[in-house]
Every structure is written in C-alpha cells, then in structure tokens.
C-alpha cells in the first residue's frame, strides 16, 4: 500500500534535481503534488505527465517566483483548492552564489536570502493553518551540509541555510503537540543532472575517466568520495512523512557521506 496516498504535497523547486527527486519518490508513495520552480515550459508539462501516468496521482504546477511572497502564498493556496488538501510542504527552492563577503554584491546577498530562506517562512506560514485544522503535516526544509558547516566566499548560502535549520527547530517547537513535524536534511554533494554534465566536461578537458573526475571533485570534503543522489533523498523524505517518523522533529538530517564525521 502507497504510504502517503491521499496526502499533497507542495515541493518547491521541483522542476529538476534535488526537488524533481523528491517529487518522484512521493508520488511513488501516492502523493498529490505541486510542482515549482523554473525550465523549459515542454519538458515541465512532460514530467506533470509523467508523474501523474507512471504513479496515478494528480499533479499540477505552479511558476510561483520565490522571491515573491504573493507568488508562494497564491501557490499554496492553488494546491489547497486543486488537492483539496494540504500536507506535506518541502522548501527546497535555492541559488547559490561564490564571492568573498567584501566583493560580494548586495543584489545576489539578498536574493539568496530570499530564496533559500525567506521563502520558505513563506510557504510554512500559508500552509500552517490548514496542518493545524487536520491535526497532521509533514514540513521539510532542505538544508545543506552548509547548515552546518561553512565554506569560504559562501556567506549567504551559508547564512541561509543555517537559518533553515534554526527556522525548522522553532517551527518543530511551536507545533509538537499539533501532530506536525518539522525537519530539515542537509545534503553534501549531490549527483544531480546539472553536476553530472560538469562533471563530464571536467572528464572530456582532463582526459581522466567519469569515476576518476567524480571522486577528484568530491574528495576535499566527503569522506565517502563519493556522490548522494536525488532518489535517496527523495527516500528521506519519504520517510520522514511517514508516520513511523512521527516522533522526528527538529532535527537536520545529513546525507553527506560522512561531511559532517569530521
């Protein structure tokens, strides 16, 4: 039986990567979902079709810009009207931007913070009241191992990401008696479609193979060498909305090879 059939979910940045992984594995479990995020208008049509054919769950779509509050705010409403139900909301919308603190421009600063971070107060604070009338709700904010930890000339990912985890332990705090769980999982590297092809270029320049590349790549901070993959997140996630995680609550979960073991 599909674990988390009735249930809808919103997932944020879902278009591709991490966010398309773990859409894929909840509608694989029986969940409505929302897609987000940003892409070729063909292919997003095609994985709504996709989803919706292989796994027998409604999907539907919004192009909700995550720095627009009004935008999140339309956007769960949208999925409350069209699911009739609101469950499962995943923050996992993020951009990234390298630079040291002094040189870097003010306009990316914010824009990190408002897509990593502000955004998902947006999202938790719409989809709360509808959590707290059914007694249920699974929140999950994706992180980073840079949650965590930091890394030099990534001031704002790091400071956003940092605010997730604390956003989700005060969130998990304010609604334990509520049957809602509020969690966070901090991926290292991950293997998306996007690194991949990196990943490939570094091999075809180098000469080195694809394996080679990938654990050259990987090595300064993953003790495992070696890649997590959206799937496997997707899994997390899976888990965390069902109801054997239903005593897991504020807490970072990392996926990171052993990232943080150091």
Not at 75 to 104: C, Y
Not at 153 to 175: D, M, P, Q, R
């Amino acid at each position: 039986m599909s674990i988390l059939k009735g249930k809808a979910a919103v997932v944020t940045g879902s278009t591709s990567g991490i966010g398309k992984g773990i859409a894929e594995q909840l509608a694989a479990e029986g969940a409505d979902i929302m897609l987000n995020g940003f892409g070729d208008e063909k292919e997003i049509r095609q994985l709504e079709q996709n989803l919706a054919e292989q796994y027998g769950v409604r999907v539907a779509y919004s192009d909700a810009d995550m720095m627009k509050p009004d935008e999140i705010v339309e956007m769960i409403k949208e999925a409350q009207r069209v699911f009739g139900t609101l469950d499962i909301v995943i923050n996992n919308a993020g951009i990234q931007h390298v630079s040291p603190i002094d040189e870097f421009p003010v306009d990316r600063w914010d824009a990190v913070i408002a897509i990593n971070l502000t955004s998902a107060f947006h999202t938790i604070k719409a989809a709360l009241p509808m959590m707290k009338q059914k007694g249920w709700g699974r929140i999950i904010n994706v992180a980073s191992a840079h949650g965590l930890s930091a890394s030099a000339n990534k001031s704002a990912y790091v400071a956003a990401k940092h605010g997730i985890v604390g956003l989700t332990k005060a969130v998990a705090l304010e609604v334990a008696t509520q049957g809602i769980t509020s969690n966070a999982i901090c991926p290292g590297w991950v293997l998306t479609d996007l690194v991949r092809g990196q990943i490939e270029a570094r091999a075809k320049s180098s000469g080195r193979s694809f394996e080679e590349e990938k654990k050259l790549l990987v090595a300064e901070k993953t003790p495992t060498q070696d890649f997590s993959t959206p799937e496997q997140i997707g899994k997390l996630a899976v888990f965390l909305c069902s109801d054997a995680a239903a005593q897991m609550t504020g807490a970072p979960f990392s996926v990171d090879g052993g990232w943080m073991a150091q």
